[in-house]
């Protein structure tokens, strides 16, 4: 997040976030506290991947917040 907030000044932009498999590194309360976090507009374009499909959605459902989920199965990428 330092790093963000850094480029964020320096660029006088929010660049792109991408959150890799945030559950192998942040417990359940983190991780809704980031999605709060980008729920609030702090950040800008934002992707996130996870193992569970359901995982992530879910917590955006919870916030109101519309979502593209997209599948990847063997490099074929669908929704």
Do not use: W
């Not at 702090?42 to 499909?53: A, C, H, K, R, W």
Request: glycine fraction near 4%.
């Amino acid at each position: 997040l330092a790093q963000l907030e850094y480029i964020s000044n320096q660029k006088k932009t929010k660049p792109i976030i991408l959150l890799d498999d945030i559950y192998d590194k942040l417990d359940d309360h983190r991780v809704d506290q980031l999605m709060q976090m980008i729920n609030e507009h702090l950040f800008g374009q934002v992707l996130i991947t996870d193992t569970n499909e359901l995982r992530i959605k879910s917590i955006f459902d919870k916030l109101g917040v519309p979502t593209n989920c997209y599948k990847v199965n063997k490099g074929a990428i669908s929704r």
